[in-house]
């Protein structure tokens, strides 16, 4: 029977060592005290009593650090009157804590700012009489009357009672290497297919990986302080029409844009000399020889009666009110040779306009299919390969008794 009782005695021993070991420490969460300086009002008031009721709720967490108190939901201010503290002297205030039964106490102040609220926590060890944390910051007014109260609440706590504020994300993905970037800066790099993330602010962040050969991953991931966040990711691989400058042309279509504004820029250039030729020889020919025909007429000595005398001159006033009517058809004749020429002329400066035009659209077109695209793909790079093929651009001219011109031929 005496066994019996040891055995029993030993069973209670071990639970009661269990019991004790496996206990937390308590702490006591008092209600904030707002600063009266002029500024105290019922806002601050309620944001002072919802930020002491969100403390309280990460205290009462049941994986904390410690055990909410019973029966500790208790104001500052009156817990002050009440013990006769004139001030927050470490010793009565550690009474009033052990008075609550708490190993720890957490207190503090809310004053009004013109910016927010000055938010001021202490933590202190009821047995020890020592402060083990203070923590000050300036929240503002909005975030006290709006859900980021809670987020508020679970950083002051943890800032008081040592718990990581910050969170960690580990990527785990399809490809061997890739870099991983943080809110548009690089965090580190995937190796192995896996990759971890230390130090993340709690809130939203937005992840992007990127791999050779795979189509950008970007997507945004919320992470919580002292927690680890997974992220499994399936990079889609590159199809051959999206690999871009790696694995396409180097500039092809740029060159073969500079290739025909080459050609329209010679085509241009011919008309151009063409319809000038024909302005300075034929239709002027034609003109001087109307003009000569004209003499002897009415119309003629009206024509040249006040002017320069040059056939340039006398086109201009052909039509003029002031010109007799030739019934010999002579007049009509260089009026209409005087027309021809106009024709050419404008034919002429359009050709030269679209001349500068081509020629301009040209020289853009080759800048960029051999200075910014001329160079070799990453493949061809990589594998030393070698471009030996030049561009030859091949001008011949062509001239005969009545037209000018070029031929012209590209090849790359």
Known sequence: M??????????????????????????????????????VDKETTRAAQRLAQELRTQAKQPDGKFDFAPNSEKDLLELKLLSGCSDEGRTCMAEIGSDLGADRLLYGKVERRRRGYQVSLKLLNTKTKQMEKTTSELIPTEDLHN????????????????????????IEANVDKATIYIDGSVATTLRDGSAKVLGLSEGTHTVTIEADGYIRYESEVAVSAGEVELLSVSLS?????????????????WKVGFAGGVLLTGAMATGWA????????????????????????????DIADGS???????????????????????LDAFISAC????????????????????????AYF?????????????????????????TNLVVTPQISAGSVGAGLSLDF
């Open 274 to 301: 063409y319809n000038g030729l024909q302005v300075w020889g034929e239709l002027n020919d034609a003109k001087v020889d109307a003009w000569n025909n004209l003499k002897g007429t009415q119309a003629y000595d």
């Open 308 to 330: 320069s005398g040059t056939v340039q001159d006398s086109c201009g006033k052909a039509t003029g009110s002031n010109v007799t009517p030739d019934s010999t058809g002579a």
């Open 237 to 253: 691989a590159q199809s051959k029409k999206g690999k871009g400058k790696d694995e396409g042309s180097n500039g092809t279509l």
């Open 147 to 170: 859900r980021k109260i809670n987020k508020w609440a679970r950083s002051l706590y943890a800032r008081l009672i040592g718990v990581p504020e910050s969170g960690t994300l580990s």
């Open 339 to 362: 027309k021809d020429g106009e024709d050419g002329a404008a034919r002429t400066n359009l050709f030269i306009a679209g001349t500068a035009v081509a020629a301009l659209a040209t």
């Open 2 to 39: 005496k066994s019996i009782w040891l055995l029993f005695a030993a069973f209670l021993t071990l639970v009661t060592h269990d019991a004790v070991a496996e206990a937390k420490p308590t702490i006591a969460v008092l209600g904030l005290e707002v600063i009266d300086n002029g500024n």
């Open 366 to 390: 080759g800048y960029q299919g051999w200075v910014v695209h001329g160079g070799k793909s990453n493949k061809e790079r990589r594998a030393g390969k070698k471009n030996k093929k030049k």
